[in-house]
Each structure stands twice: as structure tokens, then as C-alpha cells.
């Protein structure tokens, strides 16, 4: 069991309801998952890949960005939706990971459609002026309201913000279930959910999924 299904936000119950009926992967993202599972790679946890899947394919985005790539998974999830010709681009900071996300997006024939970038999305995003459809957050949770200035920019008007993890185990809900180690990350996360709530550019919803998901639009 990994760690992000140690503390979940949504009752087992509820959780084993709607994961009973989700399709089951085959192929590459089979074996990602297979991978995932074996080793303790956090990868987007069942319902929110299947969220991830029906705004890809409400979208049918031209180009996404992805922060957090690690082995690839969400990445060749969303490239099955984008239009004709669209592209990926997905970060991460870890030079084996990065390496490890190539070989499993090669293998899935993606090869010309996913670029993986190795470096640290808080150096890569301010040089970015491509305008993307989908922007999802998957990387460092403390990074994320650093990044959400420069995410709305590069998103396009109608594009989608959104950002795995936030309510990180119920810790962002409440002061009584924060691990001390963990404060900062916290109070960042709530700082991301506040400001983007307050941003008129955008309009945002948190959805307690998985792990805590918002989903925001620029408007």
C-alpha cells in the first residue's frame, strides 16, 4: 500500500464504491500501475485518473503541461485524448525518474507526442509562453502556489487548472489531523486553494477525490 492511501480523505467504503466499477487498465498503463504498485510510486490514485480521463476528453486539449511526471502515468493517460497533433509536456526534477517516464512513454509509442523536461518546474514555467488547454499540478505540493501566477498565464482562456493532492490526507481541512513535519506544506496548500478561489480569472472547485482535487477554469 502506498503511502497516499494510508490517510484518505473519502471513507474506504466509499472509495472501494466508486472504484468498483472503473474499468481496469490494460497495456502500458496496466503495467505502470503494476510498477507503481510494486515500488511505492505515488501516481493519481484510480477515481482521479478516471477524472483526469473526462476532462481530457471533455477538452481534447492541443497541448497539456503536467508538473510531477514521474514514471509517465498521467501523462500517456491524458495523450489519448488530445486533438490531432497535440503535444505533452511534463516535468520533473529527478534524472531517473525523468529517464524511467521516457522509457514507459517509448514503449507506449508516445514518444513524439510527450516531452519529458528534467529540471525543476519553478526554473522551467517562468520561460514557458506556449498556451495550453490543460495544466495539471502533480509535482512538489509546496511549489504550487508559486506556480499559480505563471499557470494562469500560460493557460488559455477556457483552459483547465488542475492540481492533485490538496487536501493532503485531510491536513489542509484541519489543524487537528496536521503532522508537524508537514506545516509548511499545509499552509501553502491552503494559501493555493485561497488564491485561486479569489482570482477573478478563474472559477475553482475543490473535489474531495482521491487525495483532494481542484478543478479550476479561466474565465
Sequence with gaps: MVEYEKDPIVY??????????????????????DYAKEHGVPIVQPETAQLLE?????????????????????????????????TVTTLEWDADTAQIARENIKKAGLEDTINVINNDAKEV??????EYDIIFLDGPKAHYIYMLNDCIRLLKKGGLLIADNVLYK??????????????????????FIS????????????????????????V
Design 125 to 130: 514555467i517562468p520561460t514557458l509562453s506556449a
Design 54 to 86: 473526462v476532462l481530457s476528453a471533455i477538452k481534447r486539449p492541443k497541448r497539456i503541461l503536467e508538473v510531477g511526471c514521474a514514471i509517465g502515468y498521467s501523462a500517456i493517460l491524458m495523450a489519448q485524448y488530445l486533438d490531432v497533433g497535440g
Design 195 to 218: 488564491a485561486q478561489m479569489q482570482r477573478n480569472e478563474l472559477k475553482t472547485v475543490v473535489l474531495p477525490l482521491g487525495d483532494g482535487v481542484t478543478v479550476a477554469v479561466k
Design 170 to 191: 485531510g491536513m489542509t481541512a484541519d489543524d487537528n489531523h496536521v503532522i508537524r513535519r508537514k506545516i509548511t506544506i499545509v499552509k501553502r496548500l491552503r494559501r
Design 12 to 33: 474506504p467504503y466509499i472509495t472501494e464504491y466508486l472504484r468498483k466499477d472503473i474499468p481496469p487498465r490494460s497495456g502500458i498503463l496496466k503495467e505502470l500501475e
